[in-house]
């Protein structure tokens, strides 16, 4: 699974303004024609074939959906903790409730869809220091009361007040922060009418970095409905920060607890197609049911949906064999069985996601030295030369053709504006002989398979390196995320490679919540010595895919430590030169720097029930991470 990374925000007193007008432009309805239309193979990338859009639709009819074992959502509230910032938490859920200002992908493809949204595109003035946004009519919550702008500024408040240690929060507090960036630089804020919403920032931004960085988290929160401080109490003032504080700690004790969101008043004040019934907080499963006020370009026909919770992707399969799912995930071990699947009435297409799967490096580990062995460039070189993309793609064991190479952040598939020129060519191709040449040229003894020790301790050329004392052996933990076929094998392919050159691995299964929650928790610095490195899957890219909250020293996802200056100025460029090719530059540099292992960018492989149709995009987007049931229906 993957994380979602969607970036941190920014702002001067007097200088940038982001104005957020209501009301001015008129949204149209989205049809099966508006969408893109795919068809499987004939989509470079893909793979299989989507459910045939034919049959007369019926109203009504639950659809059953599959989650990932162990990731099951874990918070309600669009403000979410960093520790429960996760796809099965955000896109899989979330989403389905509560609707992004801005609405993507479109199809397969990182853009905006304008259809879906709720706003047009921003306009800048003021040399990018002010940015207007208009926002269509007729948007509302579930139960009849208006999406205005005091929505959009009761979002910002309670996200400053989640964050702002001066009154008790903290930057754990939100997946999506980065400390300096939005919502610290903000000085002012103010609505004037119920459809305006301006917001003073301090200096010029990219132009890229604001809306699709920036602003492209933004979520409407129902502050008629939410703007209080206890159970059944007054709806009060949410404009400054200690009532936001209050606001926020209420909102915040009630996200997590878990067993009564279907109960709860505050979750059933939605804008989103669906909203939950019920969430069994022991499995992570929960149903939802459909929003018949819903004011987004297409109501759902469907009454429900089932999200069914899994102990292994083995379990989930034999469902899908026995019909018992509509929709569901291909793990890579059942791969060979998707002749079987189709026979039996699905319909099974995947494709590559805008992001990244790693295996991320604990730079902050002393065992063993670690944390000053990652440190050397030449290390993490030799870690990549020793990682075979193309045998791992190919195999049968993996993925069967069914991935795409990846060496960085960015992907050469699905197709970005921002790709950089090293993403299509490996830097460190696959070479044993490479790797032993720079393990040797930097004084290490290397002893396939058995152990590799440093021999010339030091800083100087033809040494190891500063903190690695002579006899230190290249030997570490690597923590993989359970029941996901694809990942085990891809680290066990790798560790079998690194042991030809002395290096010695010791995996460790943990499920992905616990990687990605408690071992990466960076508030308990006890942690930093349990792990060096962590494979829990990866993250889907910001379509302004700056790594601001990833690889720069300061990232709330940096759950690592690693840190390289060079970087965080090309980073900073990124988000504050008005340079468009400044992220390039930046993704380049990460690319060669390596803080992490970039491994094959995996198709994602979803099985749909050739009982539904609706149109091609609301399918092939589940390959990017997230469902479209709106568009959904039962054929008779």
């Known amino acids: 699974m993957r994380g979602l990374s969607t970036g941190a925000r920014a702002g001067t007193a007097l200088a940038a303004a982001v104005v957020l007008v209501a009301g001015v432009t008129t949204s149209t309805a989205a049809t099966a024609s508006d969408l893109p239309q ?36 874990t918070y309600i509230m669009p403000i979410y903790p960093a520790a429960d910032a996760s796809v099965g938490t955000n896109q899989q859920f979330q989403q389905y409730m509560y609707r992004a200002l801005w609405w993507s992908p479109k199809g397969v493809s990182p853009t905006i869809d304008y259809k879906q949204s709720m706003a047009g595109y921003p306009v800048f003035s003021n040399a990018n220091k002010t940015v207007t946004v208009h926002l269509y009519p007729g948007w ?23 964050v702002n240690k001066t009154v008790g929060g903290s930057p754990a507090n939100y997946g999506d922060y980065t400390p300096g960036l939005f919502p610290d630089n903000v000085t002012s804020i103010s609505t004037p009418n119920a459809s305006t919403l301006i917001i003073n920032f301090d200096k010029t931004y990219n ?30 003032a949410f404009n400054n920060l200690k009532s936001a504080a209050a606001i926020y700690k209420f909102l915040n004790a009630q996200s997590n607890e878990l067993h009564t969101w279907g109960s709860n008043p505050l979750w059933q004040v939605v804008d989103g197609p669906f909203k939950i019934k ?99 460039l030449y290390i993490r070189q030799v870690l990549a030369h020793l990682q075979n993309e193309p045998a791992e793609i190919q195999s049968r064991g993996l993925f069967n053709g069914a991935a ?36 040797t040229n930097h004084g290490w003894k290397v002893v396939p398979n058995g152990s590799t020790t440093c021999q010339s301790p030091g800083t100087g050329t033809g040494q190891c390196g500063a903190g690695i004392p002579k006899g230190t052996a290249l030997s570490w933990n690597l923590y993989y995320a ?77 759950q690592g430590g690693f840190s390289n200056p060079e970087l965080d100025q090309d980073i900073l460029n990124s988000e504050f030169s008005a340079n468009n090719s400044a992220v390039q530059k930046e993704l380049t540099l990460v690319t060669y720097v390596q803080p992490g292992l970039f491994q094959p960018n995996e198709d994602r492989l979803r099985a749909f029930s050739n009982t539904l149709s609706g149109p091609a995009a609301s399918f092939v987007d589940s390959t990017q991470e997230q469902y479209s049931p709106e568009y959904w229906y039962f054929k008779k």
């Open 404 to 439: 795409g190479q990846a060496y960085g952040p960015v992907p050469a598939i699905p197709v970005g504006p921002f790709t950089p020129a090293n993403a299509t060519a490996n830097p460190y191709p696959f070479s044993i002989a490479a790797a032993t040449k720079q393990l």
């Open 278 to 376: 019920s969430f069994d907080p022991a499995t992570g499963g929960n149903t939802l049911v459909a929003n018949p006020n819903y004011s987004g370009p297409v109501k759902p026909r469907l009454a429900g949906i089932d999200d069914v919770a899994f102990t292994s992707t083995s379990a989930e399969f034999d469902q899908l064999l026995t019909g018992k799912l509509d929709v569901g995930f291909i793990d890579f071990a059942n791969l060979p069985q998707v002749p079987n699947l189709e026979s039996k009435g699905y319909s099974v297409f995947g494709y590559p996601d805008f992001g990244f799967a790693y295996v991320g490096y604990n730079f902050k580990d002393p065992t063993g030295d670690f944390g000053n062995i990652i440190s050397q």
């Open 482 to 558: 359970s029941g996901a076929t694809i990942t085990q094998g891809l680290v066990e392919a790798w560790v079998s490679n690194l042991k030809q050159v002395g290096i010695n691995v010791t995996l460790v299964s943990k499920t992905f919540n616990y990687i990605t929650g408690e071992l990466s928790d960076v508030s308990n610095p006890n942690n930093a010595k349990l792990w060096a490195m962590e494979d829990f899957g990866g993250f889907t890219d910001s379509y302004y895919p700056t790594t601001n909250e990833l690889f720069n020293t300061t990232g709330s996802f940096n």
């Open 207 to 236: 132009q890229n970095f604001v809306f699709l960085q920036e602003l492209g988290g933004v979520t409407p929160m129902p502050s008629h409905a939410w703007a209080r401080t206890s159970a059944g109490g007054p709806i009060v």
């Open 140 to 162: 509302k919550w579930s139960d009849g009361q208006p999406i205005t702008s005091q929505d959009l500024a009761f979002y910002y408040w309670i996200l400053e007040a989640a």
């Open 38 to 73: 795919t068809n499987g193979p004939t989509l470079p990338g893909a793979f299989g074939s989507l459910p045939p859009s034919n049959g007369t639709p019926t109203n009504g009819g639950v659809v059953t959906i599959a989650e990932s074992p162990g990731a099951g959502p």
